[in-house]
């Protein structure tokens, strides 16, 4: 049980252009979901909290203009790059949990990952 | 500051053991993790430790000082499959997750 999807696994993009990426917990409800990004040879950085239904907090530096987070339901979050640029290029990693707060992070599972590659 | 810190990187030869090293300095201690992560996967859950000493998972065991800020996993009988990178990530007491950036362990046959 307790597993996580992510679409797509990879997606190669122009600059300028926007990428949605999905994220899906397939056999259980994801009171909360948590969105990662992870640079090459460095430590996992948390993005954004979202709560079904309501907005996602964003920790400090992350533009939420830039990082659009729609927890729509209590089995999918989306993660929009919006005017994506090469810098943006990372490995972008959901994680989801059945509870809420402190007691989410403990209990998160992952999601395989998403590959973004700007041109 | 808050601050994780681990080896970047560890050989170790099939069958043997090897023990990963974690410090931490953070504001508060709700708990540390270790999570393996493989090349360009997401990572996969190993342990929790929240109070001191050392518990045992099958191959894999994890230790806690909260007294010394430090853990450490240890990895017996080793399989190439366990080359992968290893994550120690601490709870502070704002309930964030500080990640350290990852013991990358490579086992030879």
């Known amino acids: 049980g307790a597993v996580v999807s992510q679409h797509p696994s990879r997606v190669i993009c122009k600059s300028g252009t926007s990428v949605k990426i999905e994220c899906r917990s397939l056999d259980f409800q994801a009171t909360t979901m948590f969105w990662y990004r992870q640079f090459p040879k460095q430590s996992l950085m948390l993005m954004a909290t979202s709560n079904e239904g309501s907005k996602a907090t964003y920790e400090q530096g992350v533009e939420k203009d830039k990082f659009l987070i729609n927890h729509a339901s209590l089995t999918l979050s989306t993660l929009t790059v919006t005017s994506a640029h090469p810098e943006d290029s990372s490995f972008y990693i959901c994680?989801?949990?059945?509870?809420?707060?402190?007691?989410?992070?403990?209990?998160?599972?992952f999601g395989p990952g998403t590959r973004l590659l700007v041109l | 500051g808050q601050n994780i810190d681990q080896p970047t990187e560890m050989t170790a030869t099939e069958g043997a053991i090897v023990q990963i090293n974690c410090t931490y300095q953070t504001s508060g201690f709700n708990g540390l993790f270790w999570y393996q992560q493989h090349a360009g996967e997401a990572p996969t859950f190993l342990s929790y430790?929240?109070l001191d000493g050392l518990e045992e998972k099958g191959r894999f065991s994890s230790f806690l000082s909260r007294s010394k800020g430090y853990s450490y996993l240890l990895l017996k009988e080793l399989q190439m499959k366990d080359s992968a990178s290893y994550l120690c990530a601490v709870m502070d007491s704002n309930y964030q997750l500080i990640w350290g950036a990852g013991t990358k362990l490579i086992i030879k046959p």
């Open positions: 994680s989801a949990s059945p509870l809420k707060g402190s007691q989410g992070l403990e209990t998160q599972y």
């Open positions: 430790n929240v």
